[in-house]
């Protein structure tokens, strides 16, 4: 009696990587991106129902957070999308001198980025156990931070083992790639924020 047939095919030459939709993390990302949304969605529902039992927002004799250090935060975070599509890019490109060269400058406006949300928190005026205002306001600020640590402490691993023997390989280009793209995430989710914390109260 015969063997049975055996199909066999050489996977040797099959990507060990992929970029976009084709990568699982990428999915990964994604349904991290909607879950964390809806977070920040739940946070900005609050407020609006905080805002709506009070006589006026902030309640008096409380003034509205000063501008200086939100606004240059949200400029300066807008601006940060230019290098991190260029970035983005040339990782896709699989470029590692580029990636080399764009990567320490993203961790360094992520780390200036921390330092002017120290000044934010203080320029609140109010403070999270003073009131309903104070722990919703601190609330989104706290939460935004949280995002922009997470991204900043991966941007800087990620710098690391872009100038180790274990950096440039497909998978660490397509871990930048997916940094990039979560951190369009984590400056459009703080558009609406500096919406609810700066200019809400001055309506």
Same mark, same amino acid.
Do not use: C
């Given at each position: 009696?015969?063997?049975p047939?055996?199909?066999?095919?050489?996977?040797?030459? =099959?990507?060990?990587h992929?970029?976009?939709?084709?990568? !699982?993390?990428?999915w990964?990302?994604? !349904? &991290?991106?909607?879950?964390?949304?809806?977070?920040?969605?739940?946070?900005?529902?609050?407020?609006?129902?905080?805002?709506?039992? *009070?006589?006026?927002?902030?309640?008096?004799?409380? *003034?509205?957070? @000063?501008?200086l250090?939100?606004?240059?935060? /949200?400029?300066?975070?807008?601006?940060s999308?230019?290098?991190?599509?260029?970035?983005?890019?040339?990782?896709?490109?699989?470029?590692?001198?580029?990636? %080399?060269?764009?990567?320490?400058?993203?961790?360094?406006? @992520? @780390?200036?980025?921390?330092?002017? %949300?120290?000044?934010?928190?203080?320029? =609140?005026?109010?403070?999270?156990?003073?009131?309903?205002?104070?722990?919703?306001?601190?609330a989104?600020?706290?939460?935004?931070?949280?995002?922009? =640590?997470?991204?900043?402490?991966?941007?800087?691993?990620?710098?690391?083992?872009?100038? /180790? *023997?274990?950096?440039?390989t497909?998978?660490?280009?397509?871990?930048?790639?997916?940094?990039s793209?979560?951190?369009? &995430?984590?400056?459009?989710?703080?558009?609406?924020?500096?919406?609810?914390?700066?200019?809400?109260?001055?309506?």
């Amino acid at each position: 009696m015969s063997a049975p047939y055996r199909f066999t095919r050489d996977l040797a030459e =099959l990507p060990t990587h992929a970029f976009g939709n084709r990568s !699982l993390t990428w999915w990964g990302v994604i !349904l &991290f991106m909607l879950m964390e949304g809806s977070g920040f969605a739940l946070a900005g529902a609050a407020y609006f129902i905080l805002k709506s039992h *009070q006589g006026t927002w902030p309640p008096a004799p409380l *003034q509205p957070p @000063g501008l200086l250090a939100g606004t240059l935060f /949200t400029l300066l975070i807008l601006a940060s999308e230019i290098p991190n599509t260029i970035v983005k890019k040339k990782a896709e490109a699989e470029e590692i001198a580029p990636v %080399r060269l764009l990567l320490p400058i993203m961790a360094a406006i @992520g @780390g200036l980025l921390l330092v002017i %949300r120290a000044f934010e928190f203080d320029s =609140l005026n109010v403070m999270w156990t003073d009131n309903p205002y104070g722990s919703i306001v601190w609330a989104l600020l706290v939460l935004h931070t949280t995002h922009i =640590l997470t991204d900043w402490f991966d941007t800087v691993v990620l710098t690391v083992l872009m100038f /180790t *023997q274990h950096g440039p390989t497909g998978k660490r280009f397509v871990d930048v790639s997916e940094n990039s793209l979560y951190w369009r &995430f984590v400056w459009l989710a703080w558009l609406p924020i500096y919406l609810l914390i700066y200019w809400v109260p001055r309506w």
